[in-house]
């Protein structure tokens, strides 16, 4: 075996808080050669991205770093922080998992790339860096690379963002990558394509790659080892396949057990009432006027309906329309044409009172928790603000149903004095969800409510959420572009594209025997945790 370009011994990492020591990382030992792909897993809290920011020298001023990181050879734990200035980008490199919030708004991505070259780039004039920006691009394969330079950010779909971190990681041709949650905010066919690009990418350039995901799918489809993580410790590590087919710790058996797969569904039927539908929606037509003004079509003649006690799955890619639906049954979109009725009561012509009487039982969980929670307050604030609002709740009677609500979601009700930032993702999530069904909803929009937890934690509100509809019998429009958890939580899916529906029916019916290319694509392109399976998918095109 060669020598490693990264190797990590005993290390331990631990953070000053309130004035105690709080460990986070203990005894962690692995190495990483050229051309391999190591994936880091665990859940929330096991250690992984802390681990990874310690070899980049990213951790915050109070933390203690003990133990070896050896980056060509040479220990970086203790560096200045003008020797890890030399080391960033040159020999380690790392694509954020976020490009919105990694990338600056107000400059262009080529000044961006550009100004990565001349930090890093030495003695390249100003010709030889826009034409490697240019290189760049086009090795991540972003369309019209010359054109694409004076793009701003926000004119890139999530995708080409994405697309636009990796070619800045690979400006200086790094040795390492560090790829932190690449793909967890894309749409399957978007994560495949990402995928794709890195795959050939790490084939051209032999850096080696240390993935950090909770993906089980990505790690099937990409790593060659994988390390183990919990609580700040190593369970296991070992060759891809054998942490598939052979796990030897109980708590990786636990994390693939907790990963859903699309055909193993069990939510079977629901038991509708005949009533009328709590939400209708006919003949829905969304248009936003773009910088041109010109009209553009976001939705196109969308119909659908959802009863009381149903899970509506709407599934498709970004642009395909699905959250803009969802908006405008919140009122939150620009509605051009059609109806959305919401029990009886037609919101585009209802008056004013009518449609604020209807809303206040509508209920929204939005995919990030911790921009939905205001982190000024209190969760039982946070909790308690609609009943306050909407039902005029006070004092003791506001401080028991908050304290019901926590418990409805398993949080214990001594929790309502806390603050976001001390929960977890999984835990704030719960908060959402207790918010959004305070006012007891007749229909509860859930708009990627779990695309951004770990699978342990997912599985975790994937129950919740199923048993309170139970407990509730509310009406539910689930948002996702996760078909594994749609197979799981949901009755009937409706399959969007370019703003219409292409297919619709019966869950199971839809995710086992697709009638349209577009949804036998999407199939396709979902990631399977079966490394023997997805190495079969790769050596084939994509339906459609």
Not at 201 to 210: F, M
Not at 359 to 386: C, W, Y
Request: some cysteine; hydrophobic content about 45%.
């Amino acid at each position: 075996m060669t020598t490693p370009v990264l190797s990590v011994r005993d290390l331990a990492i631990d953070f000053s808080v309130g004035g105690e020591r709080v460990p986070a990382v203990h005894a962690v030992d692995f190495d990483l050669h050229a051309g391999e792909v190591l994936a880091i897993v665990g859940e929330s809290g096991s250690g992984k991205s802390v681990t990874s920011l310690a070899v980049l020298g990213l951790l915050p001023d109070n933390a203690t770093v003990t133990g070896r990181i050896l980056v060509d050879g040479t220990n970086v734990v203790g560096a200045s922080e003008r020797d890890f200035a030399a080391i960033r980008g040159r020999k380690v490199s790392m694509i954020f998992q976020d490009p919105s919030n990694a990338l600056d708004p107000v400059f262009t991505v080529g000044y961006q790339i550009i100004e990565m070259l001349k930090r890093h780039g030495q003695g390249m004039s100003g010709a030889e860096r826009r034409a490697r920006a240019v290189e760049l691009l086009r090795m991540v394969e972003l369309p019209d690379p010359e054109d694409r330079l004076g793009y701003y950010p926000h004119q890139l779909s999530g995708g080409q963002a994405q697309r636009v971190m990796i070619a800045m990681a690979l400006a200086c041709d790094p040795e390492v990558l560090i790829a932190d949650e690449p793909t967890t905010a894309l749409d399957v066919t978007v994560q495949r394509e990402i995928l794709d690009v890195l795959r050939r990418l790490q084939a051209r350039t032999n850096a080696a790659i240390l993935l950090i995901t909770h993906d089980m799918g990505v790690v099937a489809d990409l790593a060659d080892r994988v390390v183990v993580m919990r609580a700040g410790r190593i369970e296991e590590t070992a060759d891809v396949r054998s942490i598939f087919t052979a796990p030897r710790a109980e708590y990786t058996r636990a994390l693939l057990a907790a990963v859903p797969r699309i055909g193993t569904g069990d939510r079977g039927t629901a038991a509708l009432a005949e009533e009328r539908p709590v939400l209708e929606v006919e003949g829905l037509v969304v248009e936003y006027r773009n910088r041109r003004g010109r009209h553009v079509r976001a939705v196109d003649g969308v119909s659908l309906h959802i009863r009381a006690g149903e899970m509506l799955a709407l599934v498709g890619e970004s642009g395909s329309g699905k959250s803009t639906i969802g908006k405008s049954v919140l009122g939150l979109a620009p509605v051009a044409e059609g109806r959305v009725v919401v029990v009886g009561v037609d919101l585009r012509r209802a008056s004013r009172s009518e449609a604020r009487a209807v809303k206040k039982r509508i209920g929204v969980v939005f995919q990030n928790p911790t921009a939905a929670l205001d982190p000024r307050r209190t969760i039982g604030q946070s909790i308690g603000e609609p009943l306050r609002v909407h039902l005029g709740l006070r004092g003791t009677e506001l401080a028991g149903r908050v304290s019901g609500l926590l418990e409805a979601v398993e949080l214990p009700s001594a929790w309502s004095s806390r603050y976001p930032h001390e929960l977890s993702g999984g835990q704030r999530q719960r908060v959402a969800i207790a918010r959004a069904v305070a006012l007891d909803p007749l229909l509860l929009i859930a708009d990627e409510p779990t695309s951004a937890l770990d699978v342990s934690v997912q599985a975790t509100v994937l129950d919740l959420l199923r048993r309170l509809q139970q407990q509730f019998r509310f009406a539910c429009l689930f948002i996702s572009h996760d078909l594994a958890v749609v197979d799981a939580l949901c009755d009937r899916v409706v399959v969007l594209h370019r703003g219409g529906i292409v297919e619709e029916g019966e869950r199971r019916r839809v995710l086992t025997a697709p009638e349209h290319d577009y949804t036998r694509r999407l199939l396709a392109a979902a990631p399977v945790p079966d490394p023997d399976e997805q190495a079969r998918r790769r050596g084939e095109p994509l339906a459609g």
